[in-house]
């Protein structure tokens, strides 16, 4: 998700701000920008400096969602920055930030596939999970969602290449995807790939989820497993929720429009707002699933994010 991608012109109507509004505006997005940058850094540090996480799969595919996460809201951010300096850019600038876009908006509902995969086969096939699961093949499954991401947008860059002039690439332009990929055949292309992928995603969901609940129905008797089995309901359902917010940067233009019509002298908070809501505010809710919620990546936390000195509590996965 990002301010290119999702139909929020910022820069359209920069001009109409105030000195005061402008530098509101970019310290609010900053600010925010790195309190999330920081808690999804304090997440990869806290990965990376205890070996109980990056053997266990779940905690890999988590740490690759977060570091999307980054991208997206560093590209989301710049670009949003960028908007009021410069307004225009150089077009292959542009072109390599909507590339690492396009992939980190598409990464992150086939990254929730895979996990809520993940816990699935823990749920519903434990005695397979070491042998289905493995270190490897995750790293695999990180190498084909990037591969996947791929599939929609690089079609999108040799049609630009093969119908553009070479001087459009040495020019500058207000840094848009309907900007740069102008051709017809991008927008019909792009709500295809978007709609399938989504609907592959919701299935996924849907299919673990009650597959999920069954199994919780079965092991009734015995209550350590009923506790994972609920544990896991509740990640699917709030995979489910992240999805949802994904969902909002195909449909934030159709709200903006709907808003600016009801309140149009309320335009520019609108989309300000807007942008908020849906390019920055998301970004939180990973942090909250793993970090904040499970409870050995918390105990090895507090002690980076608070900058505590106190020795973490080490408990095995679950």
Not at 244 to 268: D, G
Request: hydrophobic share 45%.
């Amino acid at each position: 998700m990002n301010s290119s991608s999702s139909g929020f012109n910022v820069s359209t109507l920069s001009y109409r701000d105030s000195y005061n509004t402008v530098v509101a505006k970019n310290v609010i997005v900053l600010t925010l920008g790195l309190i999330i940058n920081y808690i999804n850094g304090s997440l990869i540090h806290t990965f990376r400096k205890h070996q109980i996480f990056y053997v266990n799969p779940r905690y890999i595919l988590f740490i690759h969602l977060v570091v999307n996460d980054m991208i997206q809201l560093t590209t989301s951010i710049s670009l949003f920055v960028l908007s009021y300096i410069f307004y225009r850019i150089n077009v292959s600038l542009c072109c390599l930030i909507m590339i690492f876009s396009v992939f980190t908006t598409l990464n992150t509902p086939l990254n929730l596939a895979v996990m809520a995969v993940e816990c699935y086969i823990a749920i519903c096939l434990p005695l397979r999970h070491a042998e289905l699961c493995t270190i490897r093949r995750t790293y695999i499954l990180i190498g084909l969602i990037w591969a996947m991401s791929a599939v929609p947008m690089l079609p999108d860059v040799f049609i630009l290449l093969a119908t553009e002039p070479v001087e459009l690439f040495y020019s500058s332009i207000y840094c848009h995807r309907d900007n740069l990929f102008r051709h017809p055949i991008h927008l019909k292309k792009k709500e295809v790939s978007y709609a399938v992928y989504l609907v592959v995603v919701w299935l996924t969901l849907l299919y673990t989820y009650i597959k999920i609940i069954l199994a919780a129905k079965t092991a009734k008797a015995s209550k350590s497993t009923k506790g994972d089995t609920n544990k896991a309901r509740n990640t699917i359902l709030l995979h489910g929720f992240q999805l949802l917010l994904c969902m909002l940067t195909y449909v934030a233009h159709l709200i903006r429009k709907a808003l600016v019509y009801s309140f149009p002298e309320n335009n520019q908070i609108i989309i300000f707002a807007l942008y908020i809501i849906v390019q920055l505010l998301p970004r939180l809710v990973s942090p909250i699933v793993y970090g904040l919620r499970d409870n050995t990546f918390r105990q090895h936390l507090k002690k980076y994010l608070l900058c505590s000195m106190r020795p973490s509590i080490k408990h095995g996965p679950h």
